[in-house]
């Protein structure tokens, strides 16, 4: 298919599907003539693939490319790291966590048995949003952490169960690596509803 | 103070501090003369929840403001409903969710007996995410979903416990409205850790 179909059945605007090219997004297709290209259905899976990662994933377009570049990583801890490092590469705006924060993160996991390795990036993110908690004096208790960590633990261990579940290494690739970034959006969309729904339970009697 | 100690004190570049004043993210300070301005700790602080949502909460300006001002709201049910929505406002390039995702949101929530209302942004991000699922034909199972809906569940129900510990209302606003936001990253974070965690445990034997 030319350009032109393959914006159409991705459902993609025209201009933005030229751009994923350029940027690198987009694999190789076979050329016909110096421009012209032939696009297939692994085209079409990949654009909705890019709009996915750049929308409800919420990563940058060079995010996005290394997270796609992992797929074709050699093994599947690999792409695992890939993706986790791309996903929550800090902007240069960044300030450094605090090392009392890093400290309760790398307590946390200690406490729920997890076997990490220091480059993990998740030590930074977490300690990062406790330092957020730190600008309004909110102290989290070791229980509201406890939480967290029991919930973060329950969708890691559904996460890679679907994984495990898949035929072949390809999927199991593709899901690790793209499960890593839209699980983020799915739990805080799931979080929010259930924040209404307790909002409700909570206040109903103070408030009314 | 002076906006110079202002920014040592709250670990922030001067041009950003009066990059945050020019957006309308601080809030006013007494002035002394036409152009000198007297800011004080409740500054220092202001100047570090913005960093915070920035930074770990990866906030752009504009949301980082309708969530600050969402602490001045009138009752905790308005608070948290301005911040849900200024942090999941869509960008204009996002696609809508499909219908098919967005019931399959509905059901869920139906499923764990979340009292909701149809504005929660929460509907959305969820959807949004289930569609990017689509792009790579990964159809969630139900005890997947049903795992992230129990540990959306359990975060929100100890951010709300959190909240009501506080002594008073203004306390209570600011948890629920800042913690909403740094609550995802802090949950991304912990979540990327247990996820290495987990990989070890299903893969070393299948990798080795």
Redesign the interface.
């Known amino acids: 298919m030319k350009i032109s179909e393959l914006a159409t059945l991705s ?1 993609a605007p025209l201009s ?1 599907v030229k751009y994923y090219q350029r940027e690198g997004l987009l694999h190789r297709s076979e050329k016909t003539a110096p421009n012209q290209a032939i696009y297939d259905q692994s085209h079409v ?1 990949r654009v ?2 890019i ?8 990563l940058s377009i060079s995010s996005a490319k290394a997270v796609i570049d992992a797929l074709d990583a050699d ?3 690999q792409a ?1 790291g890939v993706a ?1 490092a791309a996903m ?1 590469a800090p ?1 240069t ?3 450094e966590p605090s090392p009392q924060s890093r400290e309760r ?1 790398s307590e ?2 200690h406490a ?6 220091p480059e ?19 102290e ?2 070791d ?2 952490l406890g ?18 579940r898949l035929p072949d290494r390809e999927q199991k690739t ?3 690596v ?26 109903t009697a103070q ?1 009314s």
Chains 1, 2 share one sequence.
């Open positions: 459902g933005a899976q909705r693939l709009r996915a990662l750049l929308g409800a994933g919420g093994s599947l801890a695992f986790q929550s902007r705006t960044d300030p993160v946390l996991a729920h048995g997890w076997k990490t390795t993990n990036p998740g030590f930074e993110v977490a300690a990062r949003a406790l330092d957020g908690f730190q600008s309004i004096s909110f989290p208790s229980s509201f939480a967290y960590a029991a919930a973060a633990a329950k969708v890691a261990k559904a996460d890679l169960t679907a994984v495990m593709e899901l690790m793209i499960g890593s970034v839209l699980g983020n959006p799915l739990l805080a969309g799931l979080r929010s509803l259930a924040h209404e729904n307790e909002t409700h339970t909570h206040l408030e």
